[in-house]
């Protein structure tokens, strides 16, 4: 008997390493996807140690605030001429954000018209226990705005130093007199490790899943170009005083479940391991409409359009939403078949339109002239 408890033990651990878990791209933000998303802000949880087989109970978390992440195709979306290389967008809370997902992770590209200097990593792939990722040093903000470019908003390079606390003089030690070019530079490095996987229950319900442990480290430096009046010797950058270097501590929870394709909780820690802040967590079965539906069963007209447009189709129970440039639900409602809509009471501009049924989903940019 005793000859026969090693040959247990060896079968129990090849069985647990053949059942861990990879969360790969396939298992993340696919187009067509409704993540819906709670935030819970004062329940505090303990994240417990790193290691296989652990068990999360998060099951008392509570919705606070609520919304859901829609993921369109990038070609249907307002900033979509800023991202020639996205192929997701991820509409979240009114915002519109750009990303590019391959086998190594999904990278963000941009925010609006906010366009990042590089690529940033917000998830690598392929995910499983053990495994690690380094991401930079390297810029995602490197701005130069001359003094002619503030004025344009009615503040000059002088005015920001002066709210600043700082004057040509201080900056300069009394060098270099006219503040004439604004340098802001953003540069990140980031550490991920798959620390623990395990078992997780939530409200919604249970999930194996691994831990993403990240460690983001950004330094922030700004210099302005000063012009010396005086004998133009002294003429150059210098560094501005105040900016800092700051690391952020964050867990993720990944699953690979179909119900989920993205983070089951996100959560911030300090410098000792204690949460910090709310918590982001899946409160709903993610919604997947796989199937994109073609033009051919979508008929609107006309685009552009100063005023109504009339949407016919030969399917039925057909869901609705409409949103602003910024995200803003603007209209919404249910039909079958045909729908007039009229857009005259809004500004001209750019609107999303969302059409789901049981069929599938479809996305179109409508221009209001």
């Keep these: 008997m005793n000859k026969l408890l090693p040959l247990f033990f060896l079968i129990l651990v090849s069985f647990r390493s053949t059942s861990q878990i990879t969360i790969s791209g ?7 996807d409704v993540i819906s998303q709670s935030e819970d802000f004062n329940t505090n949880i303990n994240i417990g140690p790193a290691g296989q087989g652990q068990n999360w109970d998060f099951s008392q978390l509570i919705a606070d605030d609520s919304w859901n992440m ?12 800023n991202y020639p290389n996205a192929d997701i967008c991820i509409m979240d809370d009114g915002e519109f954000i750009y990303a590019n997902k391959n086998l190594n992770g999904v990278y963000l590209l941009g925010t609006g018209d906010s366009i990042l200097q590089n690529l940033l990593l917000i998830v690598p792939l392929p995910l499983t226990f053990g495994a690690s990722f380094v991401d930079g040093p390297y810029a995602i903000v490197d701005s130069i705005i001359t003094n002619t470019q503030m004025q344009q908003a009615n503040i000059t390079l002088n005015d920001f130093l002066l709210f600043q606390g700082l004057t040509p003089a201080s900056v300069t030690n009394g060098l270099a007199h006219i503040a004439d070019t604004l340098r802001a530079l ?17 409200p919604m319900g249970t999930f194996d899943c691994v831990r993403v442990r990240q460690e983001m480290t950004t330094n922030t430096s700004g210099s302005i170009y000063f012009i010396d009046t ?40 300090d410098a000792t391991g204690n949460q910090s802040g709310s918590v982001t967590f899946l409160d709903n079965s993610a919604t997947s409409f796989s199937n994109i539906l073609s033009d051919d069963l979508v008929n609107i007209y006309p685009i552009p359009t100063n005023g109504s447009i009339l949407i016919s189709s030969e399917l039925r129970d057909i869901n609705l939403k409409i949103y602003d440039i910024s995200g803003k639900q603007i209209e919404s ?34 221009i209001l002239e």
């Design 70 to 81: 829609n993921v369109i195709n990038p070609n249907n979306s307002p900033y979509s001429s």
């Design 230 to 269: 005086i004998s133009g010797a002294n003429s150059g950058w210098y560094p501005i005083p105040g900016f800092s270097s700051e690391t952020d501590i964050i867990y993720h929870w990944f699953s690979n479940d179909q119900n989920t394709n993205f983070s089951l909780i996100e959560l911030s820690v």
């Design 186 to 202: 953003s540069e990140v490095e980031q550490n991920f490790l798959v620390d623990a996987d395990g078992n997780m229950i939530l």
């Design 26 to 32: 396939s298992n993340m933000l696919n187009i067509g």
């Design 333 to 366: 409602g249910n039909f079958d078949n045909k729908l007039e809509i009229d857009l005259s009471k809004y500004l001209s501009g750019t609107y999303i339109l969302h059409l789901q049924t049981s069929d599938g989903f479809y996305s179109r940019n409508i």
